[in-house]
């Protein structure tokens, strides 16, 4: 089980540096993603028991998973979802102005 911790954090650490040290929106957008997927296996981390069922399936259970977990996690998808479309917006639209996907070139060309 703390493999899984390992994984997430090793997750999150490399969208981080990807963020951090590309130029390229496309790639920090790539990087944005991979941080908030990390985020959501973290979720769905904590909220997993073993051999646990959720509480409306059936009557006849011992050990119940707690839901709230996986309504976040949900609710991060689509909000990570929605981020990424804003994102990916903007992106075409300083393509359109700029020609350019380079950061620091739009932040060059911007006075």
Same mark, same amino acid.
């Given at each position: ?23 390229? !929106?496309?790639? /920090?957008? #790539? +990087?944005?993603? *991979?941080?908030?997927?990390? @985020?959501? $296996? ?31 996690? !949900?609710?991060? /998808?689509? #909000? +990570?979802?929605? *981020?990424?479309?804003?994102? @990916?917006? $903007? ?21």
């Amino acid at each position: 089980m703390e493999s899984i911790y390992l994984v997430v954090i090793i997750l999150f650490c490399l969208g981080l540096y990807t963020t951090l040290t590309n130029t390229n !929106l496309i790639k /920090i957008i #790539i +990087g944005i993603n *991979i941080m908030d997927s990390s @985020l959501v $296996l973290l979720l769905v981390v904590l909220g997993y028991k073993p051999e646990g069922t959720a509480p409306i399936i059936d009557q006849q259970y011992s050990i119940i998973v707690d839901p709230i977990p996986q309504a976040l996690a !949900l609710t991060a /998808i689509v #909000i +990570g979802a929605s *981020i990424t479309a804003l994102m @990916l917006l $903007l992106t075409i639209k300083l393509h359109r102005n700029y020609n350019t996907l380079d950061i620091s070139e739009i932040r060059r060309l911007k006075g």
